[in-house]
């Protein structure tokens, strides 16, 4: 998934949470309800999490520590290090990332991974992804994932709703 909303300017001294001590894009308060939203959903709908992979940016920490997904452990090649838009950075990342879905999960759990819209755009070949959408791959026996579904942030709340 991509991170829930961050404003694209960086906060001061005086707006940062006192958790980030970079100064780093922190998530605004749509992303913090969206997150918190999401994990309540995935809890709800009883979906098991395994791995958590995550850039290892504050904005990327910050969407699953407000799901409460469980603890998570950071990857350079998720995280942006100021180079999103540069194309051989994300170039050498995506293949980092394909292989990362193609790896099937650890038996009756799904393995989430947060990270930015370039990396996801680059390893997927999507054409797009908005801010905290998820995207469901299937691991295939070739060593590829095939993208079966799209679950934009707000609809986790709606899904978990929904009647089996």
């Known amino acids: ?16 949470d006192p958790e980030n001590k970079n100064l780093e894009r922190q998530l605004d308060d749509k992303g913090r309800a969206a997150a918190t939203a999401m994990g309540l959903a995935i809890r709800t709908m009883r979906i098991p ?7 290892p940016t504050y904005r990327a920490r910050q969407t699953i520590g407000f799901a409460g997904l469980g603890e998570l452990k950071a990857f350079a090649p998720l995280g942006d290090q100021g180079q999103s838009m540069d194309k051989d950075a ?11 879905l193609s790896e099937p999960p650890a ?9 930015h819209a370039p990396n996801i755009v680059a390893a997927s070949g999507v ?16 060593g ?8 934009p942030i707000e609809q986790w709340p709606l899904l978990s709703q929904q009647k089996p």
């Open 1 to 16: 998934m991509r991170h829930a909303s961050a404003p694209t300017q960086l906060p001061n001294s005086s707006t940062a």
């Open 49 to 55: 999490v395994g791995a958590i992979l995550s850039s």
């Open 90 to 100: 994300v170039a050498g990342k995506a293949g980092w990332l394909s292989e990362k």
């Open 107 to 115: 038996a009756r759990t799904n393995t989430v991974i947060v990270t």
């Open 127 to 142: 054409a797009a992804v908005a801010e905290g959408e998820t995207l469901v791959f299937q691991p295939q026996a070739q």
């Open 144 to 151: 590829a994932a095939v993208l079966v579904a799209r679950v």
